[in-house]
């Protein structure tokens, strides 16, 4: 039977480390349903120690879900081991990660510890994250940059102290893959303990390796890959999940081990986490991309016609990329927008499902075909959007020249509903949407900075619904924003809107 390789999500944790890639709770949650949905084994949920917002995320993830573990990330030190375990006790099946660095530069410059000073900090950690539970995982960061034979010492100690999982990461993705085959295979070799515990590997791509560093370790023994969802992760990201998943699939008789991934529920899980923070999937992207099944040269063409197998080493069925996704349209009953939410893995009460199929239908009178990604970004938008305080009510837009520049006048919402106040202003700006952004500046009574704006359609075609994007920056503080409409100006000021409410609430919560 081929050996079973264990499969780490850490989208929550090092994922959300990627720029823009903020998630509220209730985001994470719906991300973390999907991943025990996709089958993954550990959901990394966040690093509790970080902050108050970070910790209850972990808390309530570690709720949230059934069947998967859920670790939490902690340095090597007491007081972050105990947080951590705060954080994911509730879970079915909880784990501690616990991390010190190992190379010699960060154990000098970062750490200012020396080789033995850092081996006893492991031990002790590991010993005190084990009286709170067996499933502790080791990392020892910057391993790819450690000294070969302190690494199978540092090994040894944490597997002593009872560690079941030894992470050797590529923190600074600097190794490549015949160096990191070498070194798994070293520490599967001479690691004294190694039979008790999982040897795990986690990988990052700034140079463009961490999916062929995954797999060569994999080659060399480790049995546990560490990945994010669309690879998206501090830095250049981590390694991608679907890319991993698919190349021990599709080469099986290479690898000649399995996951537990469905990968059918591979596409479906991109474009969850695609539409909660804005960033749309490349079309080039491997595995998942808009390009990744098209054939365009009339010589692939004909070759696919004729037999599949002659340019296609896997079916976009496989992995959840089904073409007949035309869902709903103008006479579709709410019965059949409840089932296509539950078919993309979202269950609704009837209040939520009466919310979407009023949207649906919107979107309908104005769109000729409604598609799987239209109805996801409708039930993110309008389902489950935070109880805002600033809302926007109505707007327009004048374009101008000259001595008529560009303005936009808006009305706008603040408070709870019943007692919120109403709001007027026009502004002029530097083109439409410069408009609609200063007014609703006006009237929020901030001036942030615009760090980030992207625009993208969330289908094909001009009536496509344009998803929006933005970061601000304001008081030291940075805050991400997105909103979807048909309108592309409306979708900024929603967007934008959705910005200053979550820098408001991130200020109420701190
Ligand atoms: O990249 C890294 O080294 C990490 C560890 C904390 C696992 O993310
Ligand atoms: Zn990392």
């Known amino acids: 039977m ?17 720029p823009g890639a903020t998630m509220n709770q209730d985001e994470k949650i719906r991300m973390a349903q999907q991943l025990e949905t996709l089958g993954v084994d550990v959901i990394e949920a966040g690093f509790p120690i970080a902050s108050q917002g970070d ?8 709720r949230a879900v059934d069947t998967v573990q859920v670790a939490g990330l902690c340095r090597a030190v007491v007081g972050d081991i105990d947080r951590c375990w705060e954080a994911v006790k509730d879970a079915k099946n ?3 990660h616990t991390f010190l660095a190992t190379s010699e530069i960060h154990m000098k410059h970062k750490l200012g510890k020396t080789a033995d ?10 010993r005190h994250a084990k009286q709170y539970t067996d499933n502790v995982e ?18 040894e100690v944490a597997i002593e102290a009872g560690a079941t999982v030894v992470n050797i990461p590529d923190t600074v993705g600097y190794t490549q893959p015949f160096e990191y085959y070498d070194l798994i295979k070293y520490l599967k070799d001479n690691v004294k303990n190694m039979n008790d515990a999982i040897l795990s590997v986690h990988c990052h791509n700034d140079l463009g390796s961490a999916v062929a560093n995954t797999l060569a370790a994999v080659k060399a023994g480790a049995r546990q890959v560490e990945c994010t969802v669309l690879g998206i992760g501090e830095r250049a990201g981590n390694a991608a999940l679907e890319d991993l998943v698919m190349a021990i699939n599709t080469r099986k008789e290479l690898y000649d081990v399995e996951t537990n991934i469905k990968t059918e529920q591979l596409y479906p899980s991109c474009r969850r986490l695609s539409q909660i923070i804005g960033m ?37 069925d496989s992995i959840g990329r089904t073409s007949n996704d035309i869902v709903i349209g103008k006479h579709s009953g709410s019965h059949a927008v409840k089932n296509k939410a539950k078919e993309l893995g979202y269950t609704l009460d009837d209040e939520q499902i009466q919310v979407l199929f009023k949207a649906v239908k919107d979107l309908a009178d104005k769109k000729e075909q409604v598609f799987d990604e239209d109805v996801e970004a409708l039930i993110l938008e309008s389902v489950y959007r935070r109880k805002d305080r600033f809302r926007l009510i109505d707007m327009s837009v004048f374009s101008g020249t000259g001595d008529v520049p560009p303005h936009a006048a808006a009305v706008m919402e603040f408070g709870a509903k019943g007692e919120a106040e109403v709001k007027r202003n026009s502004s002029f700006g530097e083109g439409s949407i410069d408009a609609v952004f200063q007014s609703i500046y006006s009237m929020v009574g901030v001036a942030p900075k615009l760090e980030v704006y992207t625009v993208n359609a969330v289908t094909e075609g001009s009536d496509a619904l344009a998803s929006v994007a933005v970061r601000i920056a304001h008081d030291g503080t940075k805050s991400v924003g997105r ?7 409306k979708a900024s000021a929603l967007a934008m809107i959705n ?9 109420e919560e701190r």
């Not at 909103?483 to 100006?489: S, T």
Request: hydrophobic letters at 45%.
């Open 483 to 489: 909103a979807n409409d048909a309108d592309v100006v």
């Open 138 to 155: 080791f990392s020892a960061e910057d391993a790819s940059r450690s000294d070969w034979d302190f690494l199978v010492k540092v090994t």
């Open 2 to 18: 081929a050996d079973r390789v264990y499969v780490f999500d850490t989208t929550l944790r090092d994922g959300e480390q990627s």
């Open 499 to 507: 910005a200053l409410n979550r820098m408001e609430k991130a200020k």
């Open 94 to 96: 909880p784990r501690i």
């Open 280 to 316: 749309p999937i490349p079309p080039n992207k491997a595995i998942v991309g808009a390009n990744a099944f098209a054939h365009e040269s009339g010589i692939h063409q004909d070759g696919v016609i004729k037999n599949r197998l002659t340019y296609e080493i896997m079916t976009p």
């Open 55 to 62: 910790f209850e995320a972990v808390q309530a993830i570690a």
């Open 117 to 126: 000073e850092v081996i006893v900090m492991i031990d002790k950690a590991v």
